[in-house]
């Protein structure tokens, strides 16, 4: 099993930053993916963001150039910077680590992210 503890959210204005990180604790050496997932209220849980070993990262189109994923291997911790935000961003993220050979999935409590115009 994994552990997967969220932080770094909060309000932010337009034009601003934030960074999220997710550490991972537990069957650390089983995971294959970290990333972040996020929802806006009525709309479906989509993906932003992930990284797997060697530093390989995805991301939506519409967060390309305006976050960035990185991670901490030592630490086991991935965080999410997020740039030049706008009230679009606003919305609960959510971590999410995938173990190898598929031996689950596991997610973060969620972390919201409000940005004011």
């Known amino acids: 099993q994994v552990q997967v503890v969220e932080s770094g959210g909060g309000l932010v204005q337009a034009g601003g930053s934030l960074r999220l990180s997710c550490a991972a604790s537990?069957?650390?050496?089983?995971?294959?993916?970290m990333g972040w997932y996020r929802q806006a209220p009525g709309k479906q849980r989509e993906s932003v963001a992930s990284i797997i070993k060697g530093d390989i990262t995805d991301y939506a189109d519409s967060v390309k150039g305006r976050f960035t994923i990185s991670r901490d291997y030592d630490k086991n911790i991935a965080y999410l910077q997020m740039h030049d935000l706008k009230p679009e961003h606003s919305a609960v993220y959510y971590c999410?680590?995938?173990?190898?050979?598929?031996?689950?999935?596991?997610w973060g409590q969620g972390s919201q992210v409000t940005v004011s115009s």
């Open positions: 537990g069957n650390i050496f089983s995971i294959h993916a």
């Open positions: 999410n680590v995938q173990l190898f050979a598929d031996l689950g999935v596991y």
